[in-house]
């Protein structure tokens, strides 16, 4: 089959056009419908039209390039919104690769069709992926009404009609249309680029079950109160977190992850013992169950710590479903990368949340990493060497002309 040469200067300069929209440090700040976000996906429509899409802003955010001709048709795509001050390429780089991958066919006029998207604030600014759920029908008005800044506040219909989009329709999933869904990635870990290879065809996407643990204790001072006689919460949580470290070692599969994220005292004053403590911890895997053993055992030890001298109750704050990715696509990435990189490919799961994981509940949907240098993400740090870019471009494109000639 054809598969069309991609441009490495254009994607490149594309990338780094896209950086200049909140450029932070060597990376970006571009917070979902902050004005640089916003002006970014103005951009975004403008490149698509350049490269002979028919793109649109959607009245949630989305950009959405769609290829004019008859199918059968790709969706290829991520998100161009960051977390704050962070990267330059986490979900940038598989909306220009995607962009390059329509336009480089669009040029050689070859058949089948690649249609584009930027997905709304996959980063949470506002909520859980407003954008791709709002794509398959997952987020109704209600939702939207719902969700709010979680920086400010604000309410995300604020947001929408500052950015001049109330009232805009929003796209959805026109069915039959697409054979599949690809994201090609940064991998965000060091696992990649520790083993020498330059590829991952991701298998599965994690499962993220977190929770708000919270200790109740006795406020007072903390020069006069005897040790024996506190309820001090802050030292409770410390030793409850303890806890779980020593404990989920016995509990995990090879690849599960926890992190205690936030871990906060009230007052929160030097000479004041702690009357309340609070902590969100989560934990992660693509087993479900190991994710049901984890959460048992985290139960257990929280009613030991509530035996204590503090109340302590767990808080559900959300789970994800694990999400395996599509079999026949990821063959196509995997047998791409063998073509264009032998022997420097891998299997592999990914540890952080993406839009493919929603859209693959109503189509096909695959992912491809691409190494990050030191493991870097979410961080003005991030980056990814120019010739593993353009490689993992030019293996998404050979992929998705294998799978528009099947």
């Known amino acids: 089959m054809t598969i069309p040469p991609i441009n490495p200067g ?38 698509m039209r350049e490269g002979g899409l028919l793109a649109e802003i959607d009245g949630i955010g989305n950009v959405i390039g769609r290829g004019p001709g008859p199918g059968p048709h790709l969706l290829l795509g991520s998100h161009t919104d960051t977390q704050p001050h962070a990267g330059w390429l986490d979900g940038a780089l598989g909306v220009l690769c995607g962009l390059e ?11 089948g069709n690649v249609d584009v998207a930027s997905w709304a604030d996959e980063e949470e600014t506002w909520g859980d992926f407003p954008g791709s759920r709002s794509f ?39 069915p039959g249309r697409y054979r599949g869904y690809l994201e090609a990635h940064i991998e965000q870990g060091e696992e990649l680029e520790a083993k020498g290879l330059k590829l991952g065809i991701v298998t599965a996407i994690v499962g993220l079950w977190q929770y708000r643990i919270v200790v109740e204790g006795v406020q007072n001072h903390a020069g006069t109160t005897r040790m ?17 470290d020593r404990r989920f070692p016995d509990l995990a599969g090879p690849r599960t992850v926890w992190t205690l994220g936030r871990l906060e ?7 004041v013992i702690p009357g309340r403590a609070e902590m969100v911890f989560q934990f992660r895997d693509t087993d479900p169950a190991v994710l049901e053993r984890l959460e048992g055992g985290l139960r257990e030890l929280v009613a030991e710590a509530d035996d ?16 395996p990715m599509d079999a026949s696509l990821a063959a196509a990435l995997e047998q791409a990368a063998e073509r264009l990189a032998p022997g420097r490919h891998q299997r592999m799961p990914s540890g952080a949340g993406h839009d493919a994981q929603q859209l693959a509940r109503v189509m096909p949907a695959a992912m491809l990493f691409v190494p990050s240098i030191g493991g870097i993400s979410h961080h003005w740090a991030e980056n990814t060497a120019d010739a593993d870019i353009v490689l993992g471009c030019q293996v998404l494109a050979a992929a998705v002309a294998d799978l528009l000639a099947a």
Not at 24 to 46: C, K, M, N, V
Not at 152 to 171: E, T
Not at 228 to 244: N, S, T, W
Not at 265 to 271: E, K, L, M, N, V
């Open 10 to 47: 254009r994607l490149l300069a594309d990338l780094h056009a896209l950086r200049g929209f909140g450029a932070y440090e060597s990376g970006a700040h571009r917070l979902t419908f902050s004005r640089e976000d916003i002006d970014s996906r103005r951009w975004l429509a403008d490149r």
């Open 101 to 111: 991958i329509a336009r480089s066919r669009h040029e050689a006029d070859l058949p």
């Open 136 to 174: 398959i029908g997952d987020l109704d008005e209600a939702g939207i009404d719902a969700m709010a800044n979680r920086y400010d506040g604000r309410p995300l219909r604020a947001a929408l009609a500052a950015a001049g989009l109330a009232g805009r329709p929003r796209a959805s999933l026109q």
């Open 228 to 244: 024996a006689v506190r309820r001090d919460a802050g030292l409770a949580a410390i030793k409850l977190a303890a806890a779980i």
């Open 265 to 271: 005292f009230f007052p929160g004053a030097p000479s």
């Open 308 to 323: 204590g001298p503090c109340k302590v109750r767990l808080e559900t704050m959300g789970r994800t479903t694990p999400q």
